[in-house]
């Protein structure tokens, strides 16, 4: 059974300080991985989708990487800012039931504090 | 839309009753999730719409629950004699195929009284 496992827990940071969450996972048979973040009280926000094939992805100051075959990714924040405090969760995509379903398995998020 | 819509936000309602949870996924969506996210817990998935099929059902956590999705759009996640561990943030999602970005609806609340 995949298991997601996030460290650290919880982050609080000074803002402009450049940080990287981890994510791994027990079984490297995933077809993607994507990083979500939740606001308190809110859905989830996708922030970055990487495929399987797929070494890394960025978007304006977020780059996850992914290791496939290490069962890890990481996702890198450059000068973090206050707006950025949020819990941050990893998913990888996996199939289920012999290949007829899919699921997204979620670890249980770094919550993330960028102080003023 | 332009997002998926979940309805109603928030619901309370009293332990025994019936309620029923709405999802719209994005327009040519064919893939579907239901997650659950009881306070301060992970997301825990309960099932994976393929179109309106639904091919494992094992996710769901008792057979008081129940989901259906019809002309491969609209899913409704059902919920029968509600408990009160039942209550927690239902959270729906959608994406272009199985293999592409999963986005998320805001969730319904639902609060077992």
């Known amino acids: 059974k995949q298991e997601v496992t996030q460290i650290p827990a919880a982050l609080s940071v000074p803002e402009g300080e450049n940080l990287v969450l981890n994510c791994s996972f027990t079984?490297?048979?995933?077809?993607?991985l994507q990083w979500f973040r939740q606001d308190p009280g809110k859905g989830l926000t996708s922030l970055l989708l990487?495929?399987?094939?797929?070494r890394e992805q960025t978007s304006g100051r977020l780059n996850a990487s992914l290791d496939k075959s290490s069962g890890r990714s990481t996702l890198y924040i450059a000068a973090s800012q206050p707006g950025d405090s949020a819990t941050y969760l990893c998913a990888v995509g996996v199939m289920i039931s012999s290949g007829s379903a899919r699921q997204l398995t979620f670890g249980s998020g770094t919550q993330l504090t960028v102080l003023p | 839309g332009a997002g998926v819509s979940q309805s109603p936000s928030n619901k309370v309602t009293e332990k025994g009753k019936d309620v029923e949870l709405r999802c719209d996924p994005i327009?040519?969506?064919?893939?579907l999730y239901w997650y659950r996210q009881s306070l301060g817990q992970g997301l825990e998935f309960l099932i994976y719409?393929?179109?309106?099929?639904?091919?494992?059902k094992s996710g769901l956590p008792s057979d008081r629950f129940s989901a259906e999705r019809t002309g491969g759009s609209v899913s409704t996640l059902t919920i029968q004699r509600t408990q009160q561990e039942d209550s927690a943030v239902y959270l729906c999602?959608?994406?272009?195929?199985?293999?592409?970005?999963?986005?998320f609806g805001q969730g319904t609340r639902l609060t077992v009284v």
């Open positions: 999602a959608s994406s272009f195929g199985g293999k592409t970005e999963a986005f």
């Open positions: 327009s040519g969506h064919t893939a």
């Open positions: 990487i495929q399987s094939s797929q």
């Open positions: 079984d490297s048979a995933i077809y993607n």
């Open positions: 719409f393929q179109g309106n099929s639904a091919p494992d």
